[in-house]
């Protein structure tokens, strides 16, 4: 049973490009989180979504950020005009209903 | 969800069980326990979780006290691949409206040989 994927690993964009970050639940699961950790800093949700809905997304930076699950295909983490203060690990978590969730190896994304 | 505090780090010997407290003295009735571990850079890894009962899986044990105001998590023969970042947390299970797990600082294992 294939765990939660992110891709890509690692992300390279410079100031004011976007960045697209991907994650694919485990089979089964129609939930999904992301989390996003500063260096050197905990860890910190940012939004829930469940197939085609966003169930919460209080932790979302109000401006250039954005995220979705459609009905077929990965969840999306978009973030517009990248900023250097964006360089951080995105992790996303996936689970049935909203029991245990399961992590998957994060996204190191790097502006310069 | 309830507020949960941790030590900031233990150390703990090769093969000797590692315990790790967690205070949550404002659980409420329907909040688990839950656990999760970051290993250097990775993904946080689920670890167990319970509501009051003691619970053990493959990974560890999970001793919730009677009043439910605290726990500890039981590695039994620590191996140096323990060493990492341990957090408790609680939420309600099972809700649609709450998805979100809540990391504090949780608590910096160092196994040791």
């Known amino acids: 049973n294939a765990g939660v994927m992110q891709n890509p690993r690692h992300l390279v964009r410079r100031r004011g490009q976007e960045a697209r970050l991907r994650c694919s639940p485990m089979?089964?699961?129609?939930?999904v989180y992301w989390y996003r950790q500063l260096p050197e800093e905990g860890l910190k949700f940012m939004v829930y979504?469940?197939?085609?809905?966003?169930?919460?997304e209080s932790g979302m930076p109000k401006e250039r950020f954005s995220a979705e699950f459609p009905k077929e295909g990965p969840s999306i983490l978009r973030i517009q005009q990248v900023v250097r203060g964006d360089s951080a690990a995105y992790f996303c978590?996936?689970?049935?209903?909203?029991?245990?969730?399961?992590f998957g190896p994060g996204t190191r994304l790097t502006v310069t | 969800d309830a507020k949960t505090t941790q030590p900031p780090s233990m150390d703990c010997a090769e093969g000797r069980a590692a315990n790790l407290p967690c205070n949550h003295s404002?659980?409420?009735?329907?909040?688990?326990v839950y656990w999760y571990r970051q290993i250097h850079s990775q993904g946080p890894q689920y670890i167990i979780h319970?509501?009051?009962n003691n619970e053990t899986n493959e990974m560890a044990s999970l001793i919730i006290t009677e009043d439910r105001k605290s726990s500890t998590l039981i590695l039994p023969h620590a191996t140096l691949r323990d060493t990492a970042v341990y957090y408790c947390?609680?939420?309600?299970?099972?809700?649609?409206?709450?998805?979100?797990?809540?990391f504090g600082q949780g608590t910096t294992l160092q196994v040791k040989p």
């Open positions: 978590a996936s689970s049935q209903v909203s029991y245990e969730q399961y």
């Open positions: 089979k089964g699961h129609s939930h």
């Open positions: 979504l469940q197939k085609e809905n966003i169930i919460d």
């Open positions: 404002t659980i409420s009735g329907n909040e688990y």
């Open positions: 319970g509501l009051k």
């Open positions: 947390i609680v939420r309600v299970e099972g809700s649609s409206n709450t998805g979100k797990l809540i």
